[in-house]
């Protein structure tokens, strides 16, 4: 099978520049990230990060025939050669395929995301209804790949001040956890023309997020809250 | 200075619905006038010249120009701040197409009330 996968090593290369790859493939070889070891195995300078090999973790993030998506739940058989893998778009290139997530994870952490509850602690735990349970699902499955927030062009120009889809989603789930108390000042904090208002709901997000989750959504139902709250 | 990157207007949501707001009087507008001329038909400057002369079509379309020039102000401030780095010229900017767009809602005024 014949790949074309973006290399560069800023300490060697002047410029990133893609390099072809025929490999030979057995049988037991079903998913993108099993012919990823296999040319490692024969030219093991190409780096790429990947720890679960099944869509858990969100290390094998990539960008597949100019679609985000995690290379270890990528079927081969889907994929049309040559095969060309680059770094996740919009985010500074380490080296080959790894790209720099620390301005994804830098607004992951403004959202604030953990229960925020200043109720004495329970002897146990904090407890829900089932039907509050159920409002999380959908929100709490994200893995933080970066798939959707990388996928983003409002993301790629303010990724400074774009919370971005994966933000989003995350300050959602806690909006929406019965058990958190900082509704109002996560809804102040997300009032705001850059890290919020960014999002013009093109869905590429939706499009990509290996978990098939919907971060369009969440991001319609925090608008929601927002109104009823001024109205 | 230290370089900081300060996020937090406390405003954004008032916009948004503007937006989505006006875009439903431009559309209703649009089939209204859409309607008025596949009903009235109307084929000569007479005819169109009654039709812009009462009273709730003059205030229909101020409405209409209005709601245009409201989400089109918040259309290139989104731009303006895209792509217009350097806050001095980019409040200097957003200053003059706020003027420019208050100018042309007086002046539409005076167009749609000159109709006589």
């Known amino acids: ?231 | 200075m230290v370089k900081r990157i300060p996020v937090g207007a406390h405003y954004g949501l008032r916009d948004w619905l503007v937006q989505r707001v006006t875009a439903v009087v431009m559309a209703s507008y649009s089939i209204l006038m859409f309607l008025v001329v596949l009903v009235q038909r109307p084929s000569h400057y007479g005819a169109w010249k009654s039709l812009f002369t009462s009273q709730p079509m003059r205030l229909a379309s101020l409405l209409f120009l209005l709601s245009i020039f409201w989400h089109a102000w918040i259309g290139v401030r989104d731009i303006l701040m895209d792509y217009v780095k350097p806050t001095g010229v980019r409040l200097a900017m957003q200053v003059g197409v706020v003027l420019l767009l208050a100018a042309y809602s007086l002046w539409s005024v005076q167009i749609l009330w000159s109709i006589q």
């Open chain 1, 1 to 231: 099978m014949r790949f074309r996968i973006y290399r560069y090593d800023p300490e060697q290369d002047q410029k990133p520049y893609m390099k072809e790859y025929d490999v030979a493939l057995e049988p037991s070889d079903r998913m993108l990230l099993d012919a990823l070891v296999r040319i490692k195995a024969s030219d093991d300078s190409l780096s790429l990060r990947r720890s679960c090999r099944e869509g858990v973790c969100g290390s094998d993030a990539m960008n597949i025939n100019g679609k985000n998506g995690l290379a270890c739940i990528t079927p081969l058989v889907e994929l049309k050669e040559p095969v060309e893998l680059r770094p996740l778009p919009g985010l500074p290139v380490i080296r080959d395929l790894i790209v720099d997530m620390s301005q994804f994870f830098k607004q992951y952490h403004s959202i604030k995301p953990y229960l925020q509850n200043s109720d004495p602690l329970p002897e146990k735990e904090r407890l829900q209804s089932p039907t509050d349970r159920e409002e999380l699902d959908g929100l709490y499955e994200c893995i933080l790949c970066a798939c959707c927030s990388t996928s983003c062009p409002s993301f790629w120009w303010n990724p400074d001040k774009f919370v971005g889809p994966a933000g989003l989603l995350a300050a959602y789930r806690f909006i929406a956890d019965s058990r958190d108390q900082a509704t109002n000042d996560r809804l102040d904090d997300l009032e705001d023309p850059y890290r919020l208002f960014r999002c013009h709901s093109i869905m590429n997000c939706v499009d990509v997020c290996p978990k098939g989750l919907n971060p369009t959504r969440a991001i319609g139902r925090i608008k929601e809250i927002m109104i009823k709250r001024m109205v």
